[in-house]
Structure formats: C-alpha cells, structure tokens
C-alpha cells in the first residue's frame, strides 16, 4: 500500500512538472509567424525565437493571402481554390469562423485602423470588404480578376493588381466611397504590390519583367525600375530598415535595394522558389517562404546569416503576428500598446476606466502621441522611450502620430463594473 501511494505521489509530481515545464516553454515562446502551406491546404505555426513549427492547422483549400489582425488576436487566410476565408484563433492556432466571400479569393489586406479586411475574390471579379469585429461582408466593388491589395498608409485608397487578359491594370480603389476611381493600365499581368511607408511609392511586380516597377503614388505612373534579374515576385520597403527587399525567384535571393537610387545593393541567398517576406515585430530579422525548397529562411539582414526551417508542401505566403493582444496588462493595472514598423500596435485598444495606457517607441524612428481631445501628450518618443496616460472617464479616446499622421489609434475606456456590496 505504501508503495502504490508513494507511486501516485510520484506521478503527480511528474504531471506537476510537466505542467510547469509547459508554462514555461509558453512564456517563453517567441513571436509567431504564419505560414501558408499552398499544396498541403494548411498553415504552420513557427516560433521565430525557437525556429519550429509549433502547430499545423488545416485550412480552406489553397490558402494564398494571409493577414494578421491589429491586435494580434485573428489571423484571416483566403482559400483560393475555395470560396471563403478561414479565421485562425491565434490564442488556441485553430480556425474558429469561415466567411463565405465567392469563388477564387486570393490576395488580403489590413486597413491601417485594423477595422476591415479587403479581399481580391478573383473568380467573382470583385473586392470585398470584411468587417473585422464580426466577420460579415460589409460591402463589395467591381475589379476584373484582382489579385493581391495594397492600401495607403494613411487608409485613403486601395491600389488592386487586376490580371484580366487583354486589359492588365492597377485598379485604384477609393476607401470613403468604395468606388474605382482610377487605373494604371500595364503590358503585363501584374503580381504583387506594396506601398512605401510613406505611401508616396509603389512597388509594383510584373509576369516576366526581370525588375520591381516603381510607381509614383501621386501622379499614378511608372517612374523608374530596380533591376533584379529573373521573376522578382514581392519588393517591399519596411519602415525599420533603411534600404527596401525583394523577393526574386529565379536565383532564390532576397535582394536590398537603395530607395533613393532604386539600385540593387546586395543579395543574400535563402531557399528554393522564394515567394514571400514580412519581418519579425522588432524589425531585425526578414522571414521568406520557399515554395519550392518546402521551408522558411529566418534571414538576419545585418551579419547576412539565414537559418532554413522546414514547413509544409508549397509555402507561399508568411505573415507575422506583430501583437498578441488587445493590449498587454501590466504591474500598474494598464495596458501597453507597442509603436512599431510604424503604426501602434494594437491600434484599437480597451480598458477599464481608472487604467492607464503606456506607449512605448519599438520602432527605429521617432515617433509620438497627439489626443485628439487636446489631452498631453508625447511630442517626441525616441526609440526605446515610453509615455502614459490615465484614463478615467469612459468614452472613446482618438489619437495619432504627432510625427506621421497616417498611424492612428483609439483607446476604448469602459466604466468601471460595479462592485458587489
């Protein structure tokens, strides 16, 4: 009998362990980064910091565009060979919601408030608008076979990548009226589009051009080229690195450019096929897929080194979750709300009123905090400095940059609940 006891005493402590063990690879766990597996319909979690795959979740079929919520809560992936979109749970990586939008959805993306998905829904000629709070299509606009989306920084228009045959263009979206408002016409099927971060540029990718167009957002027309060589398929300049990346398929290169001169000046070797790159939320590390290697590159753009882990049958594209909640509590009963790869992240946040909001400078520029109600604010938030505030009447709380007034916020204070007597 003393032994069976002992035994089980044993087994608690182990299971008490393991669990202890648990909690702490958790806590430990490093951001994540979603990637989407084209042949094997399902996306692998990685663990950046860990380089591994923490969690394969089956998705609509052909996942092609990937976007992560604001608040880091929701990642969206359009099914391509499918007609909806699947909605990750990021807190449990399982899909929680389905939404319907039409034959073929392909590219995605985020409006900079956080408020609603737009999706390229090729095989119905149509962009859709997804309300992000309740998933429902909020509206639709007209665009002939869209492919990818990329919208300004300062949310006033959507630029789409329309492929239909005979009549290549950028159709240009208007975000208030949901109308085309215009068009860039082109001699090849364009690819993949991405604003600067001031959203004076677009970087623009065509089928077998062999370098990045660069369009004047302004005037709406092709102002020079980066030569790349072989079938670049996404530039990107992200607002922490000084010079911007591409993607090139043909040599499996991620290629820095200068924007300035829009020269090429180094490349760094990663996997076979790439397809894609977002960056790591403290803007350090670039993450490419490599479709035809069945891998992700973890490059570090500074020493050049990559690390190559391996995912699922044809990843395509990669997103990062860049939050992991609408607003992390801290010591003083608040919550903190990250600037980074400009914008803050998360742009909507709720609190209790009585609570604080702490921004802090992620970013490699300087930032600050302008309330639209007039309250102090930070002028000036160098990198690595922070800035709080109190909030004790509920209501909702607008503020932007006082540096780039393209990134907004809003700070949602709620009363008090009443306390049980």
Partial sequence: MRFIQLASVLRRGAVAAGIAMLAATALAAGPKVYVG????????????DAAKVVATVPVAAGP????VSADGKSVFVSGSSASSLSVIDAGKDSVGKTIEVGSGPQGLALRPDGKQ???A???????AFIDVASGAVADTVPVPKPHTIAIKPDGSQAYVSSQQPGSFAVAIVDMATHKVSGAIALDKPPRDLEFSPDGKRLYLTLAGAPAVQVVDAVANKIVAQIATGVSPHIAQHFASLAQGVVVVQGPG???????????????????KQPHWVDITPDGKRLVVSNEGGNSISIVDPASGQSQTVDVGN???????????????????????????????????????????VTWRNDDGAPHGVAFQDKAPGAPLLLPGEQFS????????????CSVHAYMTGVVVVKPEPARQL
């Fill in 37 to 48: 597996n084209f042949k094997d319909n399902t996306i692998s979690v990685v663990d950046i």
């Fill in 64 to 67: 092609d565009g990937i976007v």
């Fill in 117 to 119: 998905v737009l999706v």
């Fill in 121 to 127: 829904v090729n095989g119905a000629d149509r962009v």
């Fill in 253 to 271: 290169e991620l290629q820095f450019f200068d924007p300035a001169t829009n020269a090429v000046a180094r490349s760094i070797a990663v996997g």
């Fill in 314 to 356: 044809a990843p395509r594209k990669v997103a990062m979750q860049h939050a992991s909640s609408a607003g992390h509590a801290d010591m003083g009963g608040g919550v903190k709300v990250s600037i980074a790869n400009f914008a803050f992240v998360p742009g909507p946040t709720t609190i209790t009123a009585g609570q604080s």
């Fill in 389 to 400: 505030r109190r909030f004790d009447k509920p209501g909702s709380y607008e503020y932007v």
